[in-house]
């Protein structure tokens, strides 16, 4: 009886068919692959498990990454033609963005410049040390344009990390919950895991994504396990991920 509730389980052995909603896949636009050869490597390092779809989601952030529809599209052209290439015709990629909610977020409204995720979904983040100074306003924003803004990774937000009430507010502000594989591990630091499994818990999580920008982020994934109870609660996530994307 012991050994069943101890037992681990390798996180990757449950990923098939997944659909990775966050990613930094694409060549040369941000922090994420610096070539079409780095996201080759990537996701053939996916295709391991199982994990043929992505949506890409460059960073979209003032005076870091500007990027645009533009320079996001192109990337994407970039990245099929050498998937075609080395014959991996049966990777899909979509492409949306990440996007930072600072000064120049609410432009990027205004000129219908952002990326969602599936039409209907927003992808933003905000500083890890502190809210955006503008981040309820967006939100009033993101809401009144019809989109559901999905917060990238809470559980790596430091002012917020452990804070359940915080957390229920957003949610209450109609925010849905993406969560970073690797904060199921100490990669980002223990109070991010230790905020990653109370959200958990709490079924907080809409989203699952990998957050991946380079090869030492994906070995760390296939190295990650789980016990029963982390594993039933991942499945769920991974099949709202499914069904929504």
């Not at 779809?53 to 533009?70: L, W």
């Not at 002012?159 to 925010?175: D, T, V």
């Not at 709490?202 to 994934?221: C, E, K, P, T, Y």
């Amino acid at each position: 009886m012991f050994s069943f509730f101890t037992k681990k389980h390798f996180l990757i052995d449950h990923l098939e068919g997944f659909i990775d909603i966050h990613n930094h896949i694409l060549p040369g636009i941000d922090d994420g692959a610096k070539s079409v050869e780095d996201s080759i490597k990537l996701i053939k390092g996916f295709n391991d498990f199982g994990v043929t779809d992505f949506i890409c989601t460059p960073h979209i952030m003032e005076n870091y990454y500007p990027n645009n529809p533009t320079t996001i599209n192109k990337a994407q052209l970039l990245l099929k033609n050498g998937l075609k290439m080395n014959g991996l015709d049966h990777v899909n990629i979509d492409v949306a963005a990440e996007h930072m909610i600072d000064s120049g977020f609410e432009k990027l409204m205004d000129d219908k410049k952002m990326m969602p995720l599936a039409k209907n979904y927003l992808l933003i983040e905000m500083s890890y040390l502190q809210a955006s100074i503008n981040f309820d306003k967006a939100i009033h924003k993101i809401n009144e344009k019809g989109l559901f803004p999905i917060l990238a990774h809470p559980e790596r937000y430091i002012f917020i990390q452990g804070n359940l009430n915080k957390y229920r507010s957003y949610k209450s502000a109609g925010m849905l919950f993406q969560l970073n594989i690797l904060s199921l591990t100490q990669y980002y630091g223990k109070d991010a895991k230790n905020s990653a499994l109370k959200l958990l818990d709490n079924d907080m999580f809409d989203f699952l994504g990998s957050d991946v920008h380079n090869m030492r982020q994906l070995n760390a994934i296939k190295n990650i396990s789980i016990n029963n109870s982390q594993l039933n609660n991942l499945k769920l996530i991974i099949e709202k991920t499914k069904m929504n994307f």
